[in-house]
């Protein structure tokens, strides 16, 4: 069984981004990028599969700019065998990442896609649920829990309230929580290896998808500032400030 | 403008996002219908016919339908979406709306905005990116608008008189390719952490499991719901669900009471709407005082018994008064 798992490079969980002065965006300027962390769970998770006689190819397949190759090889030496880079400097929106992640996956034919839940940057959540239903696949969301059992798999999702098991027709498309794994550091000797495994580079333009915006960003603002508070000695104090600073209790 | 909102509910009753997600919709457009798909319904529905605001429910009814699975949920809406016109179709951002919404929009081929947290105008909206440290205006231009909203963004609708115009329609087929195996309720019998008017969550500085239960007495004396960080939960001092922040649950109470919880950024992103945030933590330096209204810089483990004595103190001088 070959597993895809689409990674995002995106901002460093870590940095703490500068929305610009005019609104027009968050300064990325000499911010250290990264694979998204959901993301690396998922290529742990393929990998672990993998390792564990449940697949045969991990292939990892990222869209957009050409520096995106870092986070493949990122993917790479955490133990994806190979690398797809769909190269383009337009702005891809989740619609259009979708799009050509189900180009991909009718070329490969894998039986399971795994990728990180939401990206750390737009936020969106979607471009898992959007594929799934592009491929006409059953879908396993926020999962805590993959066990791959021959013609199925078995998907535990954090959901709402505490916890569903699923059980999935393949081929499916899983999205990856918190909870999945925890991936593994990823030594220098692995990296370096990393560097000789096969990396395409293709256009994206090249499949013959619309990858045009479905919204404009009018502007981006700073969230508003919470007023810095005040220390209170202890305990009654406290109780004191909520009761009648501001009648919260 | 109608607007379509998938409605959540466990067959019994509607899910109080629900009817945030009908407050939302009442920004979006005046005409707003419900869809509903279940098994064995009559409660929820009876529910969805009361929801202020909400002319119409439509009503899918079949055993598919059972445990609100994404692709059967999501192929019951794209099937009313080509027998009736809606200018809007949206859910609440919860794991079940974050589920099924990507689904309707990619059949309908549009770009969903997800976690809208403002309607400026029925194209417009306001929604948070990395990790609340920034909000984007977007202009939506699919001719259906598909969101997910931010239930605590959003007042919810009143449930009053049964007044809506409930309809059946015809079931979509069983997609026949998942099925739910197993339904495992964390059952606490305390507020809903996302509509809690007071939350006291605990991090990383708890120490371990056992110790994470002495937030339990506090939120029992203020009525509260129990939230933790990421650290808490990946440390399993807590359960997955009671997670806030960024990718776990966004809340908005009166009062936030973090004790033990650092600030990280993700953190900080699922509390800024907050009326009063209260931080106890043995660290000066920690990123929580930046946010927080009151502080005490002190070991949790004197300061949470001296609050629980405290508030009880008060509570007998009240009765007694």
Redesign the interface.
Known sequence: MKILVPVKRV?D?NV??R?KPDGSG?DLANVRMAINP?DEIAVEEATRLKEAGHATEVVAVSCGAGACQDVLRTAMGIGADRGILLQTEAEL???AV?RLLAEIARKEMPQLIILG??A???????????L???LG??????A?SVRVDGATV?VT?????????????LP?VVTA???LNEPRFVSLPSLMKAKKKRLDVMPAETLGVDLA????????????Q???????????A??H???HE?N?? | MTVLVIAEHDNVSLKTATLHAVGAARACGDDVHLLLAGHDCGGAVRDASRVAGVARVLVAAAPQFA?G???NV?AQALQVLTQHRYTHVLAA????G??V???I???L???????VTRVVAPD?FER???????????????PVKVLTVRAVSFGAAQLGDAAAVVQDVVPAPD????????????ASGRADL?SAR?VVAGGRGLGSGANFRLLEPLADT?GAAIGAS?AA??AGFA???LQVG??G?IVAP??YIAIGISGA??HLAGI?DA????AVNKDAEAPI??????????DLFD?VP??L???RE?GQQQQAA
């Open positions: 901002v969980a703490k981004v929305v968050v959901f929106q989740p619609l979708a839940k939401q750390i940057d737009d936020d969106c959540n979607q471009t898992g649920q959007l799934a239903a592009m696949w059953p879908q396993g969301t926020f805590s078995t999702r954090d959901v709402d309230g505490g916890a569903e098991t699923v059980q999935l027709a499916a929580d918190l909870r915006p479905r919204w404009n960003t009018l502007k981006v603002d700073a969230p508003p919470r007023k810095p508070g005040t220390l209170v000695p202890d305990a009654a406290l109780v400030c909520l009761k501001v919260v209790i | 445990h699975l994404a692709e999501a951002a919860s794991t079940f974050k589920s919404m990507p689904r929009a990619a059949g081929d549009a770009g969903q905005i997800s976690e417009i948070p990116i990395y990790a609340g440290n920034a909000f984007a205006t977007v202009q939506a231009l699919d997609a026949g390719t998942s099925r739910v195996v197993s339904i495992e309720q964390t996302a007071v203020l990421r939960v990946d359960p997955n669900d960024q990718t649950k009166a009062l950024i993700q800024g009326r009063v945030i209260v005082f930046g946010v927080a209204d009151y502080g005490i810089v002190g300061v001296a609050l004595a405290a508030l008060d």
